[in-house]
Nanobody
Framework: QVRLKESGGGLVQAGDTLSLSCAVS????????VGWYRQAPGKEREGVAC????????YYADSVKGRFTMSRDNGNNALALQMSSLKPEDTAVYYCMRCGVTAQAMDIMSRLGEEYWGQGTQVTVSP
């Protein structure tokens, strides 16, 4: 059974840095791409970042390029998302999930039903 567990969210101020973690079980990052999505209040879920460590390639949403960096914790089959220069508009619930390294793939994945998503982790950025 595939399980993806997000953690690390919190309340920070604009300009701060925050790192999220995604613990992955039931699949290996050697073969499957897992990335990050977010859903802000009143908005649709959107893709944030994806790296395919097996086949190569990466995707970052334009809104986070240069500020967010995704990495892999090999020892723990886990992922991290380091978010710097945070803005109030980054406030959202962040999720990890299977992903694709194109905007189209991320859009398709982001529209999966609620049954595919975990609880996520809340990130709140104050002005």
């Amino acid at each position: 059974q595939v399980r993806l567990k997000e953690s690390g969210g919190g309340l920070v101020q604009a300009g701060d840095t925050l790192s999220l973690s995604c613990a992955v079980s039931g699949l290996t990052l050697d073969y499957y791409a897992v990335g990050w999505y977010r859903q802000a209040p009143g908005k649709e879920r959107e893709g944030v970042a994806c790296i395919n460590f097996a086949a190569g390639g990466s995707y970052y949403a334009d809104s986070v390029k240069g500020r967010f960096t995704m990495s892999r914790d090999n020892g723990n089959n886990a992922l991290a998302l380091q978010m710097s220069s945070l803005k109030p508009e980054d406030t959202a619930v962040y999720y990890c999930m299977r992903c694709g390294v194109t905007a189209q793939a991320m859009d398709i994945m982001s529209r999966l039903g609620e049954e595919y998503w975990g609880q996520g982790t809340q990130v709140t950025v104050s002005p």
